[in-house]
């Protein structure tokens, strides 16, 4: 038999990540791909034109939807997606015979990089659901905003929830945002095992815990669904302010997100790429972004996002209450400590030039107020210039005068540095001049020496 696949999306101000995620997905094997706008402030409908003309690619706009589902208390994303299984159903011809739907920070993923999701079909059999376990990627600060989703090195942490394909011609009860609701109860996970639902089963679909334990929480399947919830720091924060409108909830944060931080107690594994599928693969994408005249428009919308950072950036800076009321979203980025100039606490002692030994040595102290411990980086800096310090040479010192004056402090708040250099003008020069910068990873503090 000769299977075809429809991926179908909801998206709202996404027009900055659709062309990659289209074509990421036309590039592993998906014949067709649909994806219904909704709330759409960005540059987003005119792709609607752009693509009018990709027989495979159909994007329309669906603020009808959304607004018949607000009037009736629907679901929208439940609402959109047995929306697109009944149109394939009612195809008398070109029917996709399964369909998946995925969000716009979602890829399915062959580990190999080259697999398609056809191939993964075939290896599984006449199944009604096929389910891919989800894997997060790790936020890093290094990032660069608007760079491609994938590197050669991918750090990515599982999560017990699944993304489904469907056979359309399963008996079908409804789908739910993470797979279909099955009348025989005919689930199964990527690699041929029965997918057996955790108690209490519910809508989510979560893997059961001992599987997930033992199957996936440290090792990578051959096929699974990369979820890009992390981009740069930037563009996090600012889809944060996106909202879930379609969920009918009209916060001003979109509240499912943990913050800018790995997920706790969960292994980080790393997903790799060959470099020569790498090179070939964003090859693919640049020509595609060309031959479809896709850069201006990737651009435009990439603007956009920047603007929204901005605005984000601004609605803290005006509504410190802001932060408090949604700290876990805010968690792990630079805004969760805008207006707390004092977060670091820090004081230098004493500096002290060692002629014999060439070095200076530095005593004081130092802790972060929020969390209560001392993991601060240490440099010294003096007309503009930094000169970075080796922790190797940075002493921790236990100071319970520092605990006892303030509460928060570790008791190993202390430290003594030693700093090495040949040249004792610029020793001299930086006690008298120069100051001691504490750091972390979001926060610094320069204190003068002298």
């Known amino acids: 038999m000769n299977y075809s696949v429809k991926l179908c999306a909801i998206a709202k101000d996404e027009a900055a990540y659709i062309p990659e995620w289209i074509f990421h997905h036309l590039y592993f094997g998906f014949s067709k791909i649909e994806i219904h706008l909704n709330g759409t402030t960005d540059n987003g409908r005119c792709l609607i034109d752009v693509f009018r003309h990709v027989e495979s690619v159909d994007i329309m706009d669906s603020q009808v939807d959304l607004e018949y589902c607000i009037g009736e208390d629907l679901p929208f994303q439940s609402y959109i997606y047995n929306k697109s299984i009944e149109l394939e159903r009612g195809r008398s011809e070109g029917a996709a015979t399964h369909v998946m739907f995925l969000d716009l920070d979602e890829f399915w993923i062959p580990r190999n990089f080259e697999t398609s999701i056809v191939n993964a079909i075939y290896e599984n059999g006449e199944k009604s659901s096929i389910s891919f376990l989800w894997y997060w990627n790790v936020p890093s600060r290094e990032k660069s905003p608007f760079s491609n989703a994938f590197n050669s090195e991918n750090l990515?942490?599982?999560?017990?929830?699944?993304?489904?394909?469907?056979?359309?011609?399963?008996?079908?009860?409804?789908?739910?945002?993470?797979?279909?609701?099955?009348?025989?109860?005919?689930?199964?996970?990527?690699?041929?095992?029965?997918?057996?639902?955790?108690?209490?089963?519910?809508?989510?679909?979560?893997?059961?815990?001992?599987?997930?334990?033992?199957?996936?929480?440290?090792?990578?399947?051959?096929?699974?669904?990369?979820?890009?919830?992390?981009?740069?720091?930037?563009?996090?924060?600012?889809?944060?302010?996106?909202?879930?409108?379609?969920?009918?909830?009209?916060?001003?944060?979109?509240?499912?997100?943990?913050?800018?931080?790995?997920?706790?107690?969960?292994?980080?594994?790393?997903?790799?790429?060959?470099?020569?599928?790498?090179?070939?693969?964003?090859?693919?994408?640049?020509?595609?972004?060309?031959?479809?005249?896709?850069?201006?428009?990737?651009?435009?919308?990439?603007?956009?996002?920047?603007?929204?950072?901005?605005?984000?950036?601004?609605?803290?800076?005006?509504?410190?209450?802001?932060?408090?009321?949604?700290?876990a979203m805010f968690s792990g980025t630079s805004l969760a400590y805008a207006g707390k100039k004092n977060a670091l606490k820090v004081c230098v002692d004493n500096a002290h030039v060692n002629k014999e030994r060439q070095c200076m040595v530095i005593t004081g102290w130092g802790y972060n107020v929020d969390t209560s411990e001392f993991d601060l980086n240490l440099s010294l800096k003096l007309e503009g210039k930094t000169y970075p310090v080796d922790k190797t040479f940075v002493k921790r010192i236990n100071r319970k005068d520092v605990q006892i004056a303030y509460a928060k402090a570790p008791l190993s708040a202390g430290f003594e540095m030693t700093f090495f250099s040949s040249d004792q003008d610029l020793l001299h020069s930086i006690k008298e001049k120069g100051s001691l910068v504490f750091s972390d990873a979001l926060l610094s503090k320069e204190v003068r020496l002298s």
């Not at 599987?211 to 996090?236: A, D, G, Q």
């Not at 594994?269 to 005249?293: A, M, P, T, V, W």
């Not at 201006?296 to 605005?311: H, I, Q």
């Open 156 to 327: 990515v942490q599982a999560n017990r929830h699944v993304k489904s394909l469907v056979n359309v011609r399963a008996d079908i009860l409804r789908y739910v945002v993470h797979n279909a609701l099955l009348r025989n109860e005919d689930y199964w996970l990527e690699n041929g095992q029965r997918f057996q639902l955790g108690e209490p089963a519910d809508e989510h679909f979560l893997i059961r815990r001992d599987v997930f334990e033992s199957r996936y929480l440290n090792s990578i399947p051959p096929y699974f669904i990369y979820h890009c919830l992390y981009r740069s720091e930037m563009e996090y924060v600012s889809s944060l302010s996106r909202g879930r409108a379609h969920a009918k909830d009209n916060r001003p944060i979109k509240v499912n997100r943990f913050g800018f931080v790995p997920y706790p107690n969960v292994p980080t594994l790393n997903f790799s790429i060959g470099k020569e599928k790498l090179k070939r693969y964003c090859k693919r994408y640049e020509e595609f972004l060309e031959q479809i005249e896709l850069k201006g428009v990737v651009e435009e919308s990439r603007l956009f996002v920047s603007n929204r950072f901005s605005e984000v950036s601004n609605l803290v800076g005006s509504n410190p209450e802001v932060l408090e009321t949604y700290a």
